[in-house]
Nanobody
Framework: QVQLVESGGGLVQAGGSLRLSCAASGSVFSINAMGWYRQAPGKQRELVAA???????NYADSVKGRFTISRDNAKNTVSLQMNSLRPEDTAVYYC?????????????WGQGTQVTVSS
């Protein structure tokens, strides 16, 4: 019903910036919220940032003040601007879409994009 494709990952030095983008297709009118998660080797996947269809945002404490999530409803995209990157930000970053339904909610995931921050 929803397909997500991420782009923008790469290698950057500590203190640098990257911008991740996620393009949604399919039942885009049903998406209630979108977010970015990340997973480092040996660690659980964690929420980095999320944004609702109404524009409300939520950030992990570790990225507050450094990362900014935004949506472009006309283009059906969500972006994550990452500034002041640190080595501990190194992870695979996944785009997520949440569909709130009368029945069980549905989550959709992108394929992931690698972000590596060198010291």
């Amino acid at each position: 019903q929803v397909q997500l494709v991420e782009s923008g990952g790469g290698l950057v030095q500590a203190g640098g910036s990257l911008r991740l983008s996620c393009a949604a297709s399919g039942s885009v009118f049903s998406i209630n919220a979108m977010g970015w998660y990340r997973q480092a080797p040996g660690k659980q996947r964690e929420l980095v940032a999320a944004i609702t269809s109404g524009g409300s945002t939520n950030y992990a404490d570790s990225v507050k003040g450094r990362f900014t999530i935004s949506r472009d409803n006309a283009k059906n995209t969500v972006s994550l601007q990452m500034n002041s990157l640190r080595p501990e930000d190194t992870a695979v970053y996944y785009c997520n879409a949440l569909l709130v339904r009368l029945g069980p909610n549905k989550n959709y995931w992108g394929q992931g994009t690698q972000v590596t921050v060198s010291s």
